[in-house]
């Protein structure tokens, strides 16, 4: 991709109507991602619902390249699935604020994924292993969430929000009960 095109215009490139996908991975709608760019410049406090990997990526991608130097960025996931995880983790190593990574899974799959990654990226990556899965994975920076949450009906959803510090808070005290009752994993 070029340098002196616009954030906006790379991801429209790589998540829009240009690439290929299939009917698992549908194109992200461009009103989605003029949507999500504009609440994630802004910072704006507003929840909206995110859901397939390319929306997933999207919001991920978002929510990681605006930390600053050094941020710690929180993530509790089953296994880090491959396209998920594994570009987002990979693209974070262009980024000049080098976040650092405290990755709590459910299960040693996950590992794989990070013991593929450059050793620039595993680095700043500290894994571990949950005693018990929870459920409700999420992924957090310093103000923003992207969290699974169930419906009254059992139904599995997953919502963000770029600038919610009072949720991030209380997610990450979640995360950091599951953190202490993990056990650290073997990666480099």
Same mark, same amino acid.
């Given at each position: 991709?070029?340098?002196? !095109?616009? %954030?906006? =215009?790379?991801?429209?490139?790589?998540?829009?109507?240009?690439?290929?996908?299939?009917k &698992?991975? $549908?194109?992200v709608?461009?009103?989605?991602?003029?949507?999500?760019?504009?609440?994630?410049?802004?910072r704006?406090?507003?929840?909206?619902?995110?859901?397939?990997n390319?929306?997933?990526?999207?919001v991920?991608?978002?929510?990681?390249?605006?930390?600053?130097?050094?941020?710690?960025?929180?993530?509790?996931? !089953?296994? %880090?699935t =491959?396209?998920?995880?594994?570009?987002?983790?990979?693209?974070?190593?262009?980024?000049? &604020?080098? $976040?650092?990574?405290?990755?709590?899974?459910d299960?040693?799959?996950?590992?794989?994924?990070?013991?593929?990654?450059?050793?620039?990226?595993?680095?700043?990556?500290?894994?571990?292993?949950?005693?018990?899965?929870?459920?409700?994975?999420?992924?957090?920076?310093?103000?923003a969430?992207?969290?699974?949450?169930?419906?009254?009906?059992?139904?599995?959803?997953?919502?963000?929000?770029?600038?919610?510090?009072?949720?991030?808070?209380?997610?990450?005290?979640?995360?950091?009960?599951i953190?202490?009752?993990?056990?650290?994993?073997?990666?480099?």
């Amino acid at each position: 991709m070029e340098k002196n !095109k616009s %954030l906006l =215009q790379r991801l429209v490139e790589y998540f829009g109507a240009q690439k290929k996908t299939t009917k &698992s991975e $549908p194109n992200v709608p461009l009103e989605y991602i003029n949507a999500v760019t504009k609440l994630a410049r802004k910072r704006k406090d507003q929840r909206f619902l995110n859901d397939g990997n390319n929306f997933a990526k999207l919001v991920a991608w978002l929510m990681i390249s605006s930390v600053r130097p050094m941020d710690e960025i929180l993530i509790y996931s !089953k296994a %880090l699935t =491959q396209p998920f995880y594994s570009t987002i983790l990979r693209a974070s190593c262009l980024l000049d &604020s080098k $976040p650092v990574f405290r990755v709590v899974l459910d299960d040693k799959e996950g590992i794989e994924v990070i013991k593929k990654l450059p050793e620039d990226v595993q680095s700043r990556i500290d894994c571990r292993l949950a005693a018990t899965p929870e459920g409700s994975h999420m992924l957090l920076t310093p103000v923003a969430f992207r969290a699974e949450a169930k419906s009254c009906h059992d139904e599995l959803f997953v919502i963000c929000n770029f600038y919610e510090p009072e949720v991030v808070q209380a997610l990450k005290t979640r995360f950091e009960r599951i953190w202490a009752n993990s056990a650290p994993c073997q990666v480099i």
